[in-house]
Nanobody
Framework: QVQLVESGGGSVQAGGSLRLSCEAS????????MAWFRQAPGKARELVAA??????NAAYADSVKGRFTISRDGAKIDLQMAALKPEDTAVYYC?????????????????????WGQGTQVTVSS
């Protein structure tokens, strides 16, 4: 049974930092890209950052570039979030996508991902 388990959410003041972690289990993830999505109330789920199996060529949403860093160690990924803003408030989801050779990078649509975590709340107060 595949599981993606997130941890590290919480509440922080604007300008603060948080680190999210996600560990995948239940199968081999060697050809899977992994990513963080987020969904704020009343808004669509959006890709925050994605990282391929190799750990290189990570991709970021424009809104988080320079503030968030995604890293990967096998089937575990982290998202280091700094300079947080109230608009970063959302439920953050970890996801895994079987990334086929030659397919578009990064996979932007949530429909492209095969497995999802349960989500973790991040709240940034002003």
């Amino acid at each position: 049974q595949v599981q993606l388990v997130e941890s590290g959410g919480g509440s922080v003041q604007a300008g603060g930092s948080l680190r999210l972690s996600c560990e995948a289990s239940g199968r081999t993830f060697s050809n899977y890209a992994m990513a963080w999505f987020r969904q704020a109330p009343g808004k669509a789920r959006e890709l925050v950052a994605a990282i391929p199996w190799t750990g290189s060529n990570a991709a970021y949403a424009d809104s988080v570039k320079g503030r968030f860093t995604i890293s990967r160690d096998g089937a575990k990924i982290d998202l280091q979030m700094a300079a947080l803003k109230p608009e970063d408030t959302a439920v953050y989801y970890c996801a895994a996508e079987q990334h086929l050779y030659g397919s578009t990078w990064p996979p932007l649509g949530d429909y492209q991902y095969d497995f999802w975590g349960q989500g973790t709340q991040v709240t940034v107060s002003s």
